[in-house]
């Protein structure tokens, strides 16, 4: 073990731990592991986060003038001049030659990053001050303490090239040093992906010269061209790993070939109290489209809260039962199954349409006799929670899944409903999901988008209420409550205490409140930490208007339908999301009547983000738009888990900012699979290779061999 922390072998691979590296020893090892490097191949990944482009180190006694130069050195002393505007930051570095002055004009973000004592190379114009020599505003690189006497310091390999992002007992030096043997080594490292003539028509280099750069670019320019291809390359594996797990789902399974007709058609329609809209139909058409293929469909179904998504699920869950198959409608939580069901009988009343709600509370004999009627074929449309995934549910004839809300569930469970045969399956979401998500995350579905919500709702007003206009916001709302409306309070958490002004965020301490200031109506309080009988009863009693005033967690995030509703007053609501801000404010609007949306928070608040939150909430009232911003201040990182789809992480590339690249990586991608699915041809042997180590068995490629 010994040998191998010293020495580096001379066959590297790519599969090799980062251990065996030369100054990598256990210590290291688990440093880099938790940095999520392990082996050679992970090191080759792991990007530096900056670059630096610096002129050679000089002298401090050979300086020129009027030069573009850089220094290498020790910082004496530091001296920070807070009484100017902007702040002054200074320091003197000195080497075995001389000291320079460093003078920094509006420095103050220098006073907590250079201290005495620190080995730095800074660079920038040489000039003149009170007949000693100065940079001025050059730039830094802190350097390794010991970098003055190690002569590797000074090699341009060490302080110029990629910075890494470093580590507790891992430095970026550190890194690099570890990383040079590979970087010399990189021919048998790296294969090359794709041809001569298609590297030229993307305008990309080839692979080697790609991760040699990117460690150590030459020039800016080759950087950029490293990066560029580097990108490309990830949207591509990715792109490549969802082409073929669409694939997979469509030409290796087959699912029933739903029969359409006029007649049909008509029949279902006469189920809806009211005419559908064009972008119902137009989804309808899609859908109807696929589910007459003998492919399974795997269509996302997009739409702002109460743009009529349901109605659209419905009619195709009744065109799989014309087909005499079953249907299997899934929803997160048990409130919105309920809520399904509810709005299923409605359209269904009279209807010899047999349907049945499965949720966790079902048990005994009732469940028995139920999963038998389901088994037997006796049952057409079962609504349910993740309860439907038990074991021992099992369908005579599944021929439609409708999964609402489908990015609480992982593709897991999309998959495990399809262990009885390969159904159609139709995912909702009210969320709107930015293009560039739905081109990653459900990069293997197909996508409809219902646009425009029915006719005759009423706008809703957004406003953001600081905490001194409470009292107003409250008389507002007893005028509305007196009109015989509805009012939703909404709160971040069950309890809580007051902060500082007093504010209660708490949905138990606010329903006390509000029975006091609403005295003369009905007030109820709603939670996810009921039980779900008591849940369900106060939702009907609100529904049949018997409720005035529900206050409640988030609990009603989703899917609740009541027109009279036209209030909602959100509390605390900086503390929320954007997505959900706006999925909060689905639940009015749905009416006729003018609603209002209050966000009850701080006009002080110094938080940016949640500035900008709460101000695109009043000015929009677009999902898609919402949703667009929300990616753009939270960063795709935070929004999506890409692991959790059952996708490889970008390390480099990312989802907006180089979504042109995604798009044309998306093309090639796709089409390549159409051309070689099974990625069999040997031309494509060094992609399938990298597609396998990248997404391991989730993509089940390995069968593919
Ligand atoms: P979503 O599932 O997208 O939230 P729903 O399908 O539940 O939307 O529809 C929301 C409301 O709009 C429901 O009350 C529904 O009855 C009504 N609705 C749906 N489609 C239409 C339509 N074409 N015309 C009028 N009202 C409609
Ligand atoms: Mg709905």
Redesign the pocket.
Known sequence: MADAITKTPDDIKLSMPVQFLKGVGPARAEIFAKLGVQTVGDLLEYFPRDWVFAPEPKKIDNLQIGETASILGLIESTDFKNYRRPPIFEAAVSDDTGICRIICFNGGYLRDQLHPGQAVIAWGKVGEYKHSIQLTNPKFRILDADALENKDAIDPFFFNGGVYPASNGLSSVQIKKITRPVLENLTPLVSEFYDDQFLKKMELINRKDAFQWIHLPPDEQKLAKAKRRLKFDEFFLMQLGLALRRHRNTQFASAVEMKSSDQIDTRIRKR??????DD?DKTIAEIVSDMQKPVPMNRLLQ????????????YAALLAVANKTQVAIMAPTEILANQHFL?IERYLRNSDVKRVLITGGLMGSKRDEIINEIKSGQTDIIVGTVALLEKDIEFKKLGLIVI?EQHKFGVHQRASLRKDGTPHCLV?T?TPIPRTLAMTVFGDLDISI?KH????RGAVVTRWVAPSDRKKAYEFIRERLKAGKQAYFVYPRITGVEDEEGDIKAAIDGYQELSKVFNEFKVELLHGQMNSEKKQQIMADFRRNKIKVLVATVVIEV?L?I?NATIMVIEGADGFGLAQLHQLR?RIG?GTDKSFCFLFADKETENEIARSRLEMMERSNDGFEIAEHDLRLRGPGELFSTRQHGLPDLKIANIIDDYDLLVLARRCAFELAEKDALLTEPTHKNIRRALISKFGDSLGLADVA
């Open positions: 809806f109290p009211f005419l559908l809209t119902q739409g702002d809260v109460g743009s009529g998504k349901t109605v659209v699920a419905l709005s609402d909702m009210a219902i919500s029915p006719p005759g899917g339908d027109p689905g749905r």
